[in-house]
């Protein structure tokens, strides 16, 4: 889910609203195979196409927003999109959507990981990628060098709701219910803490920040009513001490230099 904040993300355009994309995504996968019996990676696909076709919608009155406007327009989608299932009975309504498959599995996940550092490393090195840190760096001078930045938004939104909408699938396959208060802004602001803490200066920030925010509430089980405060406070720290996150500029210009003369000397 950290990545699907990355992506646009990166192309300065800052996204509140990936709960929203995951809830489509959660609901269109466990309605399919519920309602209609349809095979997992069939509703898994459905639930990032939608996923991806309504960030493709939001991507256009979000063209011209920036910073915070446009941090206060995809959170509204984001509980429009949670009042949306709140009120609609076909499925689950407030009590929820029950008797979902357990369908997904850590091969599964791992899988859809593989693909996606994958596609990230073949994107950083490539014109898209490169149109995507001109918009982020400087949309004005991005534009003038003949960087079509409507083209690239779009596609932007639209490839970071595909990523949250198959998140949103595996994830209602594996807790086997689902209802709307489970993609509210709690959920929405830690996607976006993830991928902040590890850096957004490279893809690689938003897996690393996930990973140890995800593991981290597992180590502090031993100071049991203490963990949350605990939780907090390491985080807190961190953004202080390091505030452009674990992965910030300077350490992956290290990391890369180092790669380039390991790879030198072999």
Known sequence: MALS??????????????????????????????????????????????????????????????????????????????????????????????????????????????????????????????????????????????VNSTYVKLAAFAAGGVIAGLGGALYAHYTLFIDPEAFGVGRSLFVMLYAVFGGLASFWGAVVGATILSILPELLRWVKDWREIFYGLLVLIMMLVRPQGLLDPTLLARLSLRGERAAARG
């Open 5 to 146: 904040f990355y992506l646009p993300a990166s192309a300065g355009q800052l996204s509140a609203g990936q709960g929203g994309f995951m809830a489509l995504g959660a609901y269109t996968a466990a309605y399919l195979t519920v309602q209609h019996g349809a095979p997992f990676p069939l509703a898994l696909a459905a639930g990032g196409l939608v996923g991806g076709l309504v960030g493709l919608a939001v991507g256009f009155p979000a063209l011209r927003l920036r910073g915070l406007y446009l941090v206060l327009v995809t959170f509204g989608f984001g509980e429009m999109v949670r009042v949306l299932f709140l009120n609609a009975p076909a499925f689950g309504g407030p009590g929820g959507f029950a008797g979902i498959p357990p369908e997904t599995t850590i091969w599964h996940v791992l899988g859809l990981l593989i693909v996606l550092v994958y596609f990230f490393t073949r994107l950083s090195g490539s014109r898209m990628g490169r149109a995507f840190a001109a918009l982020r760096d400087d949309e004005a001078a991005a534009e003038a060098m003949g």
